[in-house]
Structures are given as C-alpha cells and as structure tokens.
C-alpha cells in the first residue's frame, strides 16, 4: 500500500510525443497527476481519458502536470491518443505489470474481446488515479478493481483549489497501531 507523505515507487516509461516520463525527475510546481488506465480495449477508459484531455491547462493552471500511462504497447497507446484527440495529455506506455503492482494496482486476466470488439491483453492492469507531489511523495490516490466509477477530474481540480488555499496536508498518513 502507497503512503500519503511517503516517496511513491520510481516510476520511468516512454511516450508517445514526449519522449521518456521519469518521475524523479518531473518538474512542476505543485506535482503530478497519474493516470494508470487499462488499454485502449476499455472504452470507458476512452472516455475517461477524453475527460482528463479536457482538464489538462486546467491542472496545468495549478502547477500540475498530467499524464495517462498503460500496459500497452506504443501502437494500441496511439490508438488511444488518437481515439480520444489527444493534443495536450501525455500519453505512457509498456507500464510493466511488476510496476503496476508496485503502486498498489490491480491486476486482470483477459475475457477476451470487449463490447467494442477489441481484444484485451492476456494480462492488464485496472485503473489508478494518484497525485504525486514534487517531492515524489504521495499526496491523493485511488486503485479501482473494475473500471467503473472512477474519481471526477473537475472535483480533482476543486480539490487542488482547496489544498492550495488551505495548504491542506495529504492525509491517510497514519500507519501506528489502532
């Protein structure tokens, strides 16, 4: 389990238009958002994507940076890209199902095609939402089993309001006994 305060698992990978996505050594004022997404199989992941898409110069607003990462190979993550219109959200791929698990992910096995008809991975990941800060400790996360129901991007950005104006901590850093 990732602790709120506490270093996040390094985490490197390519990407499409930006070259490679290394965590340690993202620069941005207030952090970043990671968006781990099952694949382009999912087409709630699509149009989930294509709500982050919206909110990117949102967060970018606040000093914080995006990205969408996924299992996928650099082809089925362009189809995505392209699915959903991407301009301005990085997208990340070959996410190693270890390092998946390493951020508390979950893990599926295929049921073979989705009800848009594409094939999904032998093996996925399911989604996770995380908000990491500059310092690379965890400041929000989420980990979903399924990939229904998944935190609202435009309550993210109220919440990043709030945390900027309140200099509200991170919290569920509690690990003692109870």
């Not at 032998?122 to 998944?150: I, K, N």
Request: with cysteine; charged share 25%; hydrophobic share 35%.
């Amino acid at each position: 389990m990732l602790i709120p305060r506490k270093k996040t698992p390094d985490l490197s990978v390519p990407t499409l238009d930006h070259g490679a996505f290394d965590l340690s050594s993202e620069q941005s004022e207030r952090g970043t958002v990671i968006c781990f997404y099952r694949g382009y199989h999912c087409p709630i992941c699509a149009n989930y994507l294509g709500e982050l898409q919206k909110r990117v110069d949102d967060f970018a607003k606040r000093g914080v940076n995006t990205i969408a990462i996924s299992s996928d190979g650099e082809e089925r993550t362009r189809m995505m890209a392209d699915k959903i219109g991407a301009t301005t959200l990085r997208f990340g791929y070959d996410l190693s199902l270890a390092k998946a698990r390493e951020w508390g992910l979950y893990i599926s096995t295929s049921k073979g095609k989705t009800s848009i008809g594409v094939e999904e991975p032998a093996l996925f990941s399911e989604p996770g939402l995380f908000m990491v800060t500059p310092e690379q400790t965890l400041y929000y996360g989420s980990t979903q089993t399924m990939p229904f129901v998944r935190p609202h991007f435009s309550e993210l950005v109220g919440a990043v309001d709030f945390a900027i104006e309140n200099d509200y901590p991170a919290r569920g850093e509690y690990t003692g006994a109870v």
